[in-house]
């Protein structure tokens, strides 16, 4: 199972995923069947680029612990095993992001309620692999709440009988296809891109929302019927006084774990955001559980990767950092000269690549993501771009939702700050 089909199966309903990278000197590559007969695999070029990749992660990984291995770089108060397990994960969270999206990682899953959700939704997938996945999922027994088990390095599990499939999977007509590409180019025209940073997009929302949601919880107290309320507040209040009505809503929630008002949920947003792959896949499947609904592009579109991070920089590998980058963008390229749709060529790219998406739901659902964003704590640099994301999605909130903002539960010194 590779990092692609994780990132698929990460938006499947009742599934909750944990992932491990594992060391990239030793982890196994998936070849998606459609690529086995692409010019870039049949000449070499395909394993000759993974073979570097795996050895620039290793060679950086090094150079990176023997850049920080300083006395002028150590935290107070630590001894030599604290700042050795310390530069440990520093230097392995920032070349996570070099790892191919054709590697198998290892995966927990655990699926909470009836299997046969997230079955349907991973079986219907395009990807043989996610197919897979999803046919193994449904073999889970259907009155079983809470199946478990691990899958590493892309192995069956053994305790998951097989069992033949009863619903045939609907194959694709490729008309949506079709009418993408008449849309505009799925390649997005170009080789690769330049080094991005993450970008937020307010792409749709409901310009009465401070009405919406103060006639919502006034109906929740009164005995008046929701259009008749609606209609009142909107001839008969002031915008200060709405305002109010918003503002004691919002402040009913005293921590993070507490759900905001339902009234918020009278409310639609849709947010568009630009972000690294592995940046989406925890971003994806939080905003799935918060029931939001999530649609993504492929890795790879938009083109381009995110910048080096600072470890990275600190070290003097930047110029190694966009090299590896670039060199998947050119293979990427090459599969698709030589046919390869935007889903398949997506293996030849890292996590560190680019990925477009939308994340669209009601008030209520939205704070929740936004909190979790904006309460991100570590090191890695997917942590980083997580809490800079939810700033964009703050601010641009408070821009057009008025009242509605002080809704989401936010660190100290957020407020105010430059996303």
């Known amino acids: 199972m590779s990092c692609i089909a994780v990132l698929v199966a990460c938006r499947a309903p009742n599934l909750v995923m944990r992932h491990k990278i594992t060391d990239p000197g030793t982890a196994a590559e998936f070849l998606p069947p459609e690529l086995r007969d692409a010019g870039p695999v049949r000449d070499g070029r395909w394993k000759a680029v993974m073979d570097g990749t795996r050895r620039a992660t290793v060679e950086l990984y090094h150079r990176m612990k023997t850049h920080y291995d300083g006395t002028e770089y150590r935290r107070p108060n630590s001894n030599d095993t604290q700042w050795s397990h310390h530069l440990n994960i520093l230097a392995r969270q920032s070349v996570e992001m070099l790892t191919p999206t054709c590697h198998t990682p290892i995966v927990d899953v655990r699926c909470h309620g009836k299997p046969a959700t997230a079955w349907s939704t991973l079986y219907n997938h395009e990807l043989t692999e996610v197919q897979d996945f999803g046919r193994q999922i449904g073999s889970l027994p259907t009155d079983e709440a809470d199946g478990h088990y691990d899958r590493r390095h892309g192995g069956v599990p053994a305790r998951i009988p097989p069992r033949e499939r009863t619903t045939d999977r609907r194959e694709p007509d490729g008309h949506l296809a079709a009418g993408a590409a008449r849309l505009g180019d799925l390649h997005g025209g170009h080789t690769h891109g330049p080094p991005a940073a993450p970008a937020v997009q307010l792409v749709d929302y409901d310009d009465a929302m401070d009405l919406r949601v103060a006639a919502a919880a ?117 599969l698709a000269a030589d046919g390869a749709d935007a889903v398949r060529t997506q293996y030849a790219l890292t996590w560190g690549h680019l990925c477009r998406g939308i994340i669209s739901g009601s008030g209520d659902r939205l704070i929740r993501v936004i909190d979790w964003m904006l309460l991100q704590r570590g090191s890695a640099p997917y942590n980083a771009e997580i809490v800079k994301l939810g700033k964009h999605m703050y601010n641009h909130w408070t821009a057009v939702g008025g009242t509605t903002r002080n809704a989401v539960l936010r660190p100290r010194g957020a407020v105010g700050e430059p996303a």
């Open 218 to 334: 006034a109906y929740e107290h009164g005995d008046l019927e929701y259009g008749t309320t609606l209609r009142r507040m909107k001839q008969e209040l002031t915008r200060e006084d709405i305002a109010r009505v918003v503002e004691q809503a919002a402040t009913e929630r005293r921590w993070s774990e507490q759900p905001p008002s339902r009234a918020f949920g009278m409310t639609r947003m849709t947010f568009e955001i630009t972000a690294s792959a592995m940046s989406w896949m925890a971003l994806g499947h939080m905003a799935t559980r918060a029931g939001a609904t999530v649609l993504m592009q492929p890795v790879g579109v938009p083109p381009g990767h995110i910048a080096a991070p600072d470890a990275v920089r600190d070290a003097g590998a930047e110029a190694d950092w966009n090299r590896a980058m670039e060199t998947h963008e050119r293979l990427r390229a090459e």
